[in-house]
């Protein structure tokens, strides 16, 4: 089992920032992906960003050049660095965890960003 704890969620102002954090514990495998993915009212959840245990990153395109995923070396903790939010940048934001192997998935409880005009 993997658990995985999100918090730095909140209500911001458009144009600022917010720094997300996923606390990972449990039984983590050497081949991973980290990802942040993000739920609105009325959408699907989606992938943000992902971060794989040999550092590779992706972005969804509409956060490219304004967030920023990252790890600790130890992979204790995964953070999303979230600059000049936009209203659109408004969900749920969940933290995930896949082991590459077995394609086990395992999910946060989820951290409301707000982001106001």
């Known amino acids: 089992q993997v658990q995985l704890v999100e918090s730095g969620g909140g209500l911001v102002q458009a144009g600022g920032s917010l720094r997300l954090s996923c606390v990972v514990s449990g039984s983590i495998s050497s081949m991973y992906i980290m990802g942040w993915y993000r739920q609105a009212p009325g959408y699907e959840r989606e992938l943000v960003a992902s971060?794989?245990?040999?550092?590779?990153?992706n972005y969804a395109d509409s956060v490219k050049g304004r967030f920023t995923i990252s790890r600790d070396g130890a992979l204790k903790t995964v953070h999303l660095q979230m600059t000049s939010l936009k209203p659109e940048d408004t969900a749920v934001y969940y933290c995930?965890?896949?082991?590459?192997?077995?394609?086990?998935?395992?999910w946060g409880q989820g951290t409301q960003v707000t982001v106001s005009s």
């Open positions: 995930n965890y896949k082991r590459r192997l077995t394609q086990q998935n395992y």
């Open positions: 971060i794989t245990n040999g550092g590779s990153t």
